[in-house]
């Protein structure tokens, strides 16, 4: 079965720090993994797209790199701000479109 | 561009009643979605149509139904509402690029079924 586990479930950090969530995943085969941000009350955004061949990409003060052997991938956020609390949703789809989603980090930035 | 909408914002429901929920997008794209997210889960498919005409059970799709009307609209109706319903419903279509895609989500249909 697919499945894509992400951890922590929930962060806490000060404002101006850095952090790392992380997402595992058995879906297979394999054709891209998303990162999503999600503010309470809204719809998911896009924040990154990484295919097989991609091991890193940035978006801002946001990165997420993938390793394909070892199925895991990572959302780094760089000098943390305020309105980066939400929740980071890992999505990872198999090659026939289907799409297997995490739970979720729920990310809170204190001042 | 309006990008995905959705109606209502919210609705509260007595358990047996109707609604359909209502979807658009204005983005041309061919495949649209319909997930619940309950409280501290993932989202979950509910149905998805990969193009005009056609549409597919996802993960949960009891007691539900859904209509592609068009290119633009998807809508996602309850017959029967059960309190086990009671849940975030966010609609999406998907970009597909030459190598890889993207879903675009709507705000979100607050729903409440007592």
């Known amino acids: 079965k697919n499945q894509v586990e992400q951890s922590p479930q929930s962060l806490i950090i000060l404002e101006g720090k850095n952090c790392t969530l992380q997402c595992n995943y058995t879906v297979s085969p394999f054709s891209n993994l998303r990162w999503y941000k999600q503010d309470t009350g809204r719809g998911p955004v896009s924040l990154t797209i990484m295919t097989f061949s991609e091991n890193t990409k940035s978006n801002g003060r946001y990165t997420a790199t993938l390793d394909a052997d070892t199925k895991q991938s990572s959302l780094h956020i760089t000098a943390s701000q305020l309105s980066d609390s939400a929740s980071y949703i890992c999505?990872?789809?198999?090659?026939?479109?289907?799409?297997?989603f995490g739970d979720g980090t729920t990310l809170t930035v204190k001042p | 561009n309006a990008g995905v909408t959705q109606t209502p914002k919210f609705q509260v429901l007595k358990t047996g009643q109707s609604m359909t929920l209502q979807c658009a997008q204005d983005m041309n794209h061919n495949s649209m979605y319909w997930y619940r997210q309950d409280p501290g889960m993932g989202l979950r498919l509910i149905y998805y149509s990969a193009s005009e005409g056609t549409t597919d059970k996802g993960e949960v799709p009891n007691g539900y139904n859904v209509s592609r009307l068009n290119k633009r609209e998807f809508s996602l109706r309850l017959e029967s509402a059960a309190p086990s319903q009671t849940s975030v419903y966010f609609c999406a279509s998907l970009s597909r690029g030459p190598h890889t895609d993207t879903q675009y989500f709507g705000p979100g249909t607050r729903l409440t079924v007592l």
């Open positions: 999505v990872v789809s198999a090659d026939a479109g289907k799409s297997t």
